[in-house]
């Protein structure tokens, strides 16, 4: 299948080499999918009143200088306070507005405001009423061009053409780092991806790697200090196992090598076989745990020798990736497990079941075992370990995991664990917060999970580089291994293949499944990473054509958007930050996606009304195709892809 288009990418120095680091993925076959993130507000299209908004003061927004919605509510928060000034409990309603209705931005705050005051002593006859004093008391902006009050009170806002354009030339001379959203916490810890140690990452992993990284990407650039934990799975009985094996087959522990131990899945595949069917070998297993977990030099030897393999082999992964991690896996928090366990028994949490340890939890019909019947600590202990680290050693604000949406229960009880502890506010929206950040399953064509033919699961190194190869044979089928240097064509095929995977994954509503399919992903046409960086590039080809400096036409030139699709391009870009917000907020990636694809259909529409070199608004027009490339990358930064920049 060809690719429609030839790319070259300007890839960016190599990542600094990841520290890597259990899976935490337990996959299910159903899940109660949550729903997309959707303006829902209503609108009327009845206006009973228009006014213009005077201009002579500008509005204080300097908290806020590139978010454009929380400019807006700062408005009407301030016409909030002074046209119900009793009634300081009240939030601005702010949304932008739907395609095809009235204004840019509308307040919604008329209607909730109206029940609120109904019954007290008040001037108003009714929402409509709240509607007019919230426009009258709007305090004068030179962003706002008109307001108008539709409906049961519904504030409409169209905002002033220039001061957008203004906005824009702003950002082309600072940067886009001035667009970026503030959040409420300074520091936050992504736990993400996950491997078990001893086995291969598959294609189970794909969906936790790289939708932690976009998570951890737009906190980063939202200025919050991210913490990327690999929580890996390097600790627990099946060590013994694996180790055990490991000296029947290297007797000389000196000699092990990534040689010796071979293919991982299938070195782990033949320890479980014979811990299952040998009850000898079994039995020394079992104590090769414990010797292990008494600090045996030997066997911690082999232990790290061990995982010191499986980290070269997920680097592999992480390298293709481009994703950054650092391990803190199972063993960094044994040794805190105890002091843990002891200080939820000493606050009455802990009680005996069956001979184990649990904590009974309102709500749920299984109790959350801490220490197992033997003695043991378990999944449940480690990781309330791991909380208890990061909100008291590390200080973490928010604490975000990705998994699959099949762990829903076991996190969801954790974090009651942890509030009945006191370690966490009892509302879910309070800092410091915990969320768990669920994921559908990746499913092959037949609708069943994705495996290869001869039902194994499939390695994600070997889907990545499928995706290359694929991406290569189109460019060479267009002849661009003629035209282009061996390492170009290879820069450009990895740019396109992996970009591709990743943005098929990631536009989807993480909650829900979707089907893995080359063929859809790496089309030109649609809502594709191929089609974006197309657009992209040739965006990137009219500024070149037009053979101007852009960085002098940044400083000189003057952008306005005196036309439709001008404008409509532009309030798009205008709203990238509180896009970014609103995915970091509800942590859900394909929010930004949605507005990257818009923003590439709104240019297109743009682009093919609008003369950009030659005409006479040319230096306008090229500004606002720089403004979009520049919003583009950054978008592509933010979900992991490489950008491409020449057709």
């Given at each position: ?77 301030a016409s909030l306070r002074s046209t119900v000034p009793d009634e300081t409990g009240v ?400 820069q450009t095929a990895e740019a396109v293949g992996y970009g591709a995977v990743k943005y ?144």
């Amino acid at each position: 299948m060809a690719i429609s288009l030839n790319l070259v990418p300007v890839i960016a120095a190599a990542p600094p080499s990841s520290l890597f680091t259990f899976t935490r993925l337990h996959h299910l076959p159903s899940y109660s999918p949550s729903g997309v993130l959707r303006a829902t507000a209503k609108r009327f299209a009845f206006v009973t009143k228009s006014v213009s908004v005077t201009t002579t003061m500008a509005s204080s927004v300097q908290e806020h200088p590139g978010n454009l919605k929380r400019q807006v509510e700062k408005l009407f928060d301030a016409s909030l306070r002074s046209t119900v000034p009793d009634e300081t409990g009240v939030e601005t309603e702010v949304a932008a507005s739907l395609p095809g209705k009235p204004g840019d931005y509308q307040c919604n705050n008329a209607m909730g405001l109206w029940s609120i005051i109904k019954g007290k002593k008040t001037q108003f006859k009714g929402p409509p009423a709240v509607g007019q004093a919230l426009l009258k008391n709007l305090p004068a902006s030179e962003m706002v061009e008109s307001c108008s009050v539709a409906g049961p009170g519904f504030v409409n806002v169209i905002l002033s053409s220039k001061w957008m354009a203004k906005s824009i030339e702003n950002m082309l001379i600072d940067g886009i780092d001035t667009w970026a959203p503030t959040l409420p916490v300074k520091r936050a810890v992504v736990d993400f991806s996950s491997p078990n140690i001893a086995k291969e990452m598959h294609v189970g992993h794909l969906r936790s790697t790289i939708i932690g990284d976009t998570l951890a990407r737009m906190l980063e650039y939202s200025k919050v200090e991210v913490l990327r934990r690999n929580h890996v799975g390097d600790w627990g009985t099946q060590f013994g196992m694996l180790i055990e094996y490991l000296f029947e087959k290297v007797p000389d522990t000196e000699s092990v090598t990534e040689t010796a131990i071979g293919d991982l899945q299938t070195f782990y595949k033949e320890s479980k076989s014979k811990f299952d069917s040998d009850p000898e070998f079994k039995e020394k297993a079992q104590k090769a745990v414990v010797r292990l977990q008494g600090g045996d030099a030997i066997y911690r030897k082999a232990w790290t020798k061990i995982c010191d393999i499986s980290r070269a082999e997920f680097a592999k992964v992480y390298q293709r990736l481009r994703v950054e991690l650092e391990e803190k896996g199972e063993s960094f928090y044994n040794p805190y497990i105890a002091k843990v366990i002891e200080e939820l028994n000493s606050k009455g949490l802990i009680e005996e079941s069956e001979g184990a340890r649990v904590i009974f939890l309102e709500g749920f019909n299984i109790p959350l075992m801490v220490v197992k019947s033997d003695g043991g600590f378990n999944y449940a202990s480690t990781d309330l370990t791991a909380l208890w680290y990061r909100l008291n050693e590390e200080k973490a604000e928010w604490i975000i995991y990705v998994t699959d949406v099949g762990q829903q229960q076991h996190f969801s009880m954790f974090f009651k664990a942890a509030r009945k502890a006191g370690w966490l506010p009892e509302s879910d929206k309070t800092y410091p917060r915990v969320d768990h950040v669920g994921f559908g399953l990746v499913k092959g064509e037949d609708g069943k999970r994705f495996r290869t033919r001869s039902s194994e699961v499939v390695r994600l190194v070997d889907l990545l580089d499928e995706a290359k190869t694929r991406s290569k044979t189109a460019l060479v089928e267009r002849g661009k291994d003629k035209e282009w240097t061996p390492e170009e064509l290879d820069q450009t095929a990895e740019a396109v293949g992996y970009g591709a995977v990743k943005y098929a994954d990631l536009k989807n509503n993480r909650s829900t499944s979707y089907i893995f399919n080359f063929d859809q992903m790496l089309s030109d046409k649609g809502n594709t990473a191929v089609y974006l960086l197309y657009a992209h590039a040739r965006i990137c080809s009219i500024i070149r054509k037009s053979g101007k400096d852009i960085d002098d036409l940044k400083k000189t030139g003057k952008l306005a958007l005196d036309h439709p699709e001008e404008r409509a391009l532009g309030l798009h870009l205008l709203r990238f930050a509180e896009t970014v917000e609103a995915a970091c907020a509800n942590l859900l990636p394909h929010v930004l996606c949605e507005y990257l694809y818009e923003l590439s259909e709104r240019y297109t529409t743009f682009y093919s009304v609008h003369q950009v070199i030659g005409s006479a608004e040319e230096a306008s027009r090229l500004l606002l195709c720089e403004a979009t490339a520049i919003v583009m990358r950054k978008c592509f930064h933010l979900l992991g892809i490489t950008p491409v920049y020449k057709i």
